[in-house]
T-cell receptor, first 111, second 111 residues
Framework: NAGVTQTPKFRILKIGQSMTLQCTQD?????MYWYRQDPGMGLKLIYY???????DKGEVPNGYNVSRSTTEDFPLRLELAAPSQTSVYFC??????????FGPGTRLTVL | GQSLEQPSEVTAVEGAIVQINCTYQ??????LSWYQQHDGGAPTFLSY????GLEETGRFSSFLSRSDSYGYLLLQELQMKDSASYFC????????????FGSGTKLNVKP
């Protein structure tokens, strides 16, 4: 199993640009999550999903959108990038009452 | 909302024992997890407590007291490679499993 994979690893965006961060897991986990981590801080939950077709907002959803058309994929969309969205983005998945397995992260800079 | 408190930084010497505390205020509490994160890396799961008491996994142990909304991570026989940030995370399980993270404790292990 590859676990949780994220692409791209790094990205620089200009203000106002859009992009999609990709996340795929091959463990058939129902639960998937997107977090952001600012330098020296903890992780903040952006969005989560409990299965294909079901998503909901976390603590900091503004400026982001998600979709879950399959169990494996959970892409995160930034529509109008702002400097405040400069962060490291982690995708994670888990099964019921289990640990969260994290992907390697995407380092995003908005200039 | 959720709030978690843990010390920002702890320093210990190689071979020693260190305890990292975590207090939380939350609703719909399911369990408390601990994650390790090395600089530039992804969080990795260490332990999960759903019931009161001590869970031991090798050199690491984790404790939970639900009545006190308190837990700790105990690291024994510290090694240089244990230098990392450690995060406690509450799992909220009203309908869906969601993890909310503390701000992290940076552990510095010195020779």
């Amino acid at each position: 199993n590859a676990g949780v994979t994220q692409t791209p690893k790094f990205r620089i965006l200009k203000i106002g640009q859009s992009m999609t961060l990709q996340c795929t897991q091959d463990m058939n986990h129902n639960y998937m999550y997107w977090y952001r981590q600012d330098p020296g801080m903890g992780l903040k939950l952006i969005y989560y999903s409990v299965g294909a077709g079901i998503t909901d907002k976390g603590e900091v959803p503004n400026g982001y959108n998600v979709s879950r058309s399959t169990t494996e994929d959970f892409p995160l969309r930034l529509e109008l990038a702002a400097p405040s969205q400069t962060s490291v983005y982690f995708c994670a998945s888990s099964s019921t009452l289990d640990r969260g397995l994290f992907g390697p992260g995407t380092r995003l800079t908005v200039l | 909302g959720q709030s978690l408190e843990q010390p920002s930084e702890v320093t210990a010497v190689e071979g020693a024992i260190v305890q990292i505390n975590c207090t939380y205020q939350t609703s719909g509490f399911y369990g408390l997890s601990w994650y390790q994160q090395h600089d530039g890396g992804a969080p990795t799961f260490l332990s999960y407590n759903a019931l009161d008491g001590l869970e031991e996994t090798g050199r690491f142990s984790s404790f939970l007291s639900r009545s006190d909304s308190y837990g700790y991570l105990l690291l024994q026989e510290l090694q240089m490679k244990d230098s990392a940030s450690y995060f406690c995370a509450v799992m909220i399980g009203d309908n869906f499993n969601k993890f909310y993270f503390g701000s992290g404790t940076k552990l510095n292990v010195k020779p």
